[in-house]
């Protein structure tokens, strides 16, 4: 393989005594490196776990000063390099600068997540051995390290299971940084099989405005997990946003609620009260939730069951639904036979209206086959008992509802399923 630009033997992109050259250690024995006039630092902002409720990683950011004095923000210092050599020198040069920050302070456990630039990333296999050497002159561990790419900017996909694989061979894992963001998509994720996904924190500030989003959420984690990563909420600011990511279950959280940016990582907060009365507080409102959705939704399963029941004893499909469709949100009722194909018998509400004229078309659905939704599998799984999907889009309506479902047997013994759908609340 040949590396995507050519690095010289005594570049100090490629060697850690180039890079040592540009650091310099105060009295104290802080670190900090040189380039282009500007000076490096590092501050590490803590990530904790939502289960423990405990620090168990730190993310290093990048900190600068100009040649006047005054504070650089990172955006800056990004932008010194001329080229893709210079752009490779900066990060090994704030690699350098995080990793003897970070074990100056006498951390002996934990992650430490070190945001790498995409071609640094993509170049790794031909970055000669500074890699190695930097971890290994400095006795830090290969698995404590995360190295963090940020998703939507991986162009060469070539490149990036070479890199990814470079990493893992050295035993460290690999993070998808901002996902959500920009042309974010599953695709990557199935080729990279990141170790860790940080959440992009758009994504919880809009979780925080729309209801229907913080419902898809835990949908969204479910399938990262499944994809073998972890999951981390980044940018949680308030309680709430704390709520919103222990609903979606994802595993760590990182933001100013639990801690700010620090120049030491010694500096991460005890949050054992603020942990207590999170749990507390979700589980409350978890129980909240529950109790009020039972109490709305009561009045429905009361119905369908009862309808099951008149259908059994001979009463029309018609009929027997009468009173289900007479509920404020009861949009329809359809029967299913043992193979999950929907019967002639379809009854609408009285007011059903709103249905979108564009999926009009879908409204009669009488011969499809639904016996792959979940309400039709659990029904026949727990006969005689009302079964309630979670909220989905219905294709009669195009709007969202959730399936109350129920096993029965027609007076001549067919196994039958009667399904209302009630519109979401």
């Known amino acids: 393989m040949n590396a995507p630009y050519e690095v010289a033997p005594d570049s100090p992109t490629s060697s850690l005594p180039g890079i040592e050259a540009l650091l310099e250690r105060d009295g104290a024995g802080r670190v900090t490196g040189r380039f282009h006039h ?3 630092d590092s501050h590490f902002q803590p990530i904790y776990s939502l289960a423990h409720g405990r620090v168990v990683g730190w993310e290093a950011l990048m900190r600068g000063v100009d040649p006047s004095g005054r504070a650089a ?4 210092i990004l932008a010194l390099p001329r080229d893709d050599r210079e752009r490779s020198l900066l990060d090994c040069l704030s690699r350098a600068v995080h990793v003897d920050n970070f074990l100056g302070a006498g951390r002996t456990e934990g992650w430490l997540l070190l945001n790498v630039q995409p071609e640094t990333f993509l170049q790794g296999p031909w ?7 930097l971890f290994a002159s400095r006795q830090l561990p290969h698995h404590r390290v995360v190295l963090e790419v940020l998703e939507d900017a991986i162009r060469d996909r070539d490149r990036i299971d070479d890199a990814v694989q470079f990493y893992r061979n050295h035993g460290c894992l690999v993070a998808i940084d901002d996902f959500g963001a920009g042309h974010s998509n599953f695709d990557r994720v199935w080729s990279m099989r990141p170790d860790l996904v940080k959440l992009d924190r758009q994504m919880l500030l809009r979780a925080s405005q729309e209801p229907r989003i913080r419902r898809v959420m835990p949908s969204m984690v479910s399938m990262l997990h499944e994809a073998g990563a972890l999951v981390l909420m980044e940018g949680v600011e308030t309680e709430e946003q704390a709520l919103i990511a222990l609903d979606a279950d994802v595993d760590l959280a990182q933001g100013y609620l639990f801690g700010r940016p620090a120049p030491s990582p010694m500096d991460a907060p005890d949050r054992t009260s603020l942990f207590d009365g999170l749990w507390t507080r979700f589980q409350t409102d978890a129980r909240s939730v529950w109790m009020g959705d039972r109490r709305s939704i009561a009045p429905y399963q009361n119905a369908i069951g009862l309808a099951a029941s008149h259908i059994e004893t001979g009463i029309s499909p018609e009929a ?6 007479t509920l404020p949100r009861a949009e329809r009722c359809y029967l299913l036979t043992e193979s999950g194909r929907q019967t002639d018998h379809r009854m609408l509400a009285v007011d059903a209206a709103g249905a979108d004229e564009r999926f009009g078309h879908l409204g ?3 011969g499809a086959n639904w016996s792959r939704r979940p309400y039709f599998r659990r029904a026949i799984e727990h006969p005689g008992r009302v ?3 979670r909220p989905y889009l219905s294709l009669a309506t195009a709007k969202s509802c959730v399936t109350l479902s129920i096993q029965l047997h027609s007076p001549d013994g067919q196994l039958l399923v009667l399904c209302g759908d009630v519109t979401d609340a």
């Not at 923000?73 to 800056?76: E, G, L, S, V």
């Not at 970055?127 to 050497?133: A, L």
Request: hydrophobic share 40%; net charge negative.
């Open 38 to 40: 500007h000076r490096i």
């Open 73 to 76: 923000m990172p955006p800056a």
């Open 127 to 133: 970055e000669g051995t500074f890699f190695e050497d």
């Open 320 to 325: 027997a639904c009468g009173r289900f469709l």
């Open 364 to 366: 009669n659905a009488a």
């Open 387 to 389: 079964q309630i999907s």
